[in-house]
């Protein structure tokens, strides 16, 4: 069975050229959604775990999926693991289609293994220290820290500041 799944979006094309191409890759269903919201992914998720060997899920480009990356990881991860395929089509005659072959499988694996091990998304292990603890404060910091309590600055307006939790904060101004 082929399954071809289309979303309106800012990129193009349009959801009715898509479901067109969809069309003339001989897709038996289409599943058509005005956007990816958060209950078009339930739908998806769905979709995905009632597929069987040989099932083919087809769209125009993996973007119309609508996750990160690391979570479109663990959605083919499920797709292989059910024996389908995924087909990109992006013109009639112009088509890539992934099996899941033992190659495919194992490099969807490990990328779904270290996504899991990601303990922060990346833009908050920056902002909290590569290891994923919490920022360190220079002494200079501290001390200035320290100084704008004694002024009658609040903790939570220190915190903010400094990109720091209030009780952690505590635990300095308590030194």
Not at 57 to 83: I, K, P
Request: positive net charge; proline residues 5%; contains cysteine.
């Amino acid at each position: 069975m082929r399954y071809g799944i289309t979303v309106e979006g800012p990129h193009p094309p349009s959801a009715e050229v898509q479901r067109m191409l969809l069309e003339s890759h001989g897709c038996d269903v289409v599943v058509e959604e005005p956007a990816m919201t958060p209950d078009a992914r339930r739908r998806l998720l769905r979709l995905v775990a009632r597929l069987k060997r040989g099932d083919e899920l087809v769209v125009h480009g993996l973007e119309v999926l609508g996750q990160t990356t690391g979570a479109l990881v663990h959605l083919l991860r499920e797709v292989f693991r059910a024996g389908a395929a995924v087909v990109v089509a992006r013109e009639a005659e112009q088509k890539v289609r992934f099996v899941p072959d033992a190659n495919l499988t194992a490099l969807i694996d490990a990328l779904a293994d270290h996504e899991a091990g990601q303990a922060l998304p990346t833009r908050l292990r920056r902002r909290r220290g590569e290891a994923g603890r919490r920022m360190q404060l220079t002494a200079h910091q501290i001390e200035y820290a320290r100084k704008l309590h004694a002024e009658g600055a609040s903790p939570r307006a220190i915190g903010l500041l400094f990109q720091v939790a209030p009780d952690d904060l505590w635990q300095i101004l308590d030194r």
